[in-house]
């Protein structure tokens, strides 16, 4: 019992912080009007959903959204889907986007950047650890279990990391690590990734998620604040800089906190940051076992959506049936006649008469027209398929219309259609 209290004591002198300000380029015209972490994923989320939710179900409830980057649309959504916390009873989700604090001529210059600019507001919470979070990756950890090692190991600072195939961490921090986890060596980005001893084809990768001891912190943004040659970046500057010092410097592997559903043996964990990973995650939840469970009631994610009708599907009459298989399907859908087959509709999409969409997600209140034919499409936010537009059959038509991927994805979006119609 005593070392239950002593735990929720800890807990309580947490705050996360919640770097939610970058566009995510690699996801090209997805990102043209919104910040990577409010695009909309599984149906009914936002990416940042999932790091918040992770906060509230790990019971931490002070968290700051750091955002700059197009964020009217992340801001919207964090105001009405996350403003249900007690605030006199010392819960919140604070929003700090960039003011131009330190300095009126500068905006966040890079991640450690964003936090030092607003240390003053989370340090006058006194607390005693400081979770520093990405606000853009899809998984599911209990941030209380990383404390615990945390605390064990006496760390300055624990690095939240996850075995990758080794070229896929040529976009992330790359560690290496001792018997001890204490890291050794961290390399940002590295065109050759160094592997993991004894598995030449697996690198540990930074998940972007720093566990500092919160005086700690407060000394290295300071020094880093003050060094003119730094890019102010936790990855870039602040972490290798206390490797190659003497600070304690600790990795946690996602596997020790990663929350699993019955039957899942592997931790979940996704970058969504390119079309092809984006389109095979959110349609992977359509499988008969998805690596993601979302129907978990330990863990669940929480967002905020409007209040729809159920999803309808309408007409049987010869070649003209609305029906939906191996899909899902959100509220407020009506696949009118048309057919969908392994794929995933978010709120508001309307399928019409003789029209098929296969393999394809299709963000909030798509329009798909007659006789249309889509397959292995992202379709983005209020996009009208025009009646008979076939995308996914001729990949010399699909490159010179739209957005197609090396790997047969094909983004939609409202300018590109525009332009059809020119």
């Not at 700059?68 to 964090?78: I, T």
């Not at 604090?101 to 006194?126: C, K, L, P």
């Not at 540990?204 to 003119?228: K, P, V």
Request: hydrophobic letters at 40%; charged letters at 25%; proline letters at 4%.
């Amino acid at each position: 019992m005593a070392d239950e209290v002593r735990s929720l004591q800890v807990h309580k002198r947490m705050v996360a912080l919640v770097l939610a300000g970058g566009r995510g380029s690699r996801l090209k015209q997805l990102t043209d009007r919104r910040a990577k972490p409010a695009v909309p994923f599984g149906g009914k989320y936002r990416i940042i959903d999932f790091a918040l939710s992770n906060c509230i179900n790990s019971g931490i409830r002070r968290s700051y959204v750091l955002t700059q980057y197009k964020s009217h649309s992340l801001l919207r959504h964090l105001q009405r889907g996350w403003g249900y916390l007690r605030a006199e009873m010392g819960e919140f989700v604070d929003l700090l986007p960039a003011q131009q604090r330190v300095d009126e001529s500068m905006w966040y210059r890079g991640t450690a950047d964003a936090v030092w600019q607003n240390v003053d507001i989370f340090e006058a919470e006194g607390p005693e650890f400081v979770l520093v979070l990405a606000g853009d990756h899809i998984y599911k950890q209990n941030y209380a279990a990383m404390l615990d090692h945390h605390i064990e190991t006496g760390a300055d600072v624990t690095v939240g990391c996850v075995e990758v195939p080794r070229m896929e961490a040529t976009g992330f921090g790359v560690l290496h690590i001792d018997d001890e986890q204490r890291v050794v060596s961290f390399v940002e980005k590295p065109a050759d990734p160094p592997a993991m001893p004894g598995k030449p084809d697996i690198a540990l990768a930074s998940m972007g998620i720093y566990l500092f001891n919160a005086r700690f912190l407060y000394d290295q943004l300071r020094r880093d604040a003050a060094d003119t040659t730094s890019a102010h970046d936790f990855g870039k500057d602040i972490i290798p800089f206390l490797v190659a010092g003497d600070a304690n410097v600790r990795a946690h592997r996602l596997q020790q906190s990663a929350v699993y559903s019955e039957g899942q043996t592997e931790a979940y964990w996704r970058d969504v940051g390119t079309i092809d990973a984006y389109w095979e995650a959110n349609l992977d939840l359509a499988a008969v076992t998805p690596a993601l469970d979302l129907y978990d009631d330990f863990w669940p994610i929480y967002t905020y959506q409007l209040q729809l009708p159920p999803a309808k599907f309408v007409h049987d009459t010869g070649d003209r049936r609305g029906l939906a298989l191996n899909s899902t399907v959100s509220g407020g859908c009506i696949v009118s006649g048309g057919e969908v087959n392994g794929s995933l509709l978010f709120s508001g999409v309307r399928v019409n008469s003789f029209s098929q969409v296969n393999q394809s997600v299709m963000l909030p209140d798509v329009w798909v027209g007659r006789h249309a034919r889509l397959t292995n499409a992202v379709v983005d936010s209020r996009v009208r398929i025009p009646d008979g537009l076939v995308v996914g059959e001729d990949a010399d038509d699909d490159e010179a219309r739209f957005e197609r991927t090396d790997g047969g994805v094909v983004l939609i979006t409202r300018p590109m259609i525009e332009a059809l119609e020119d």
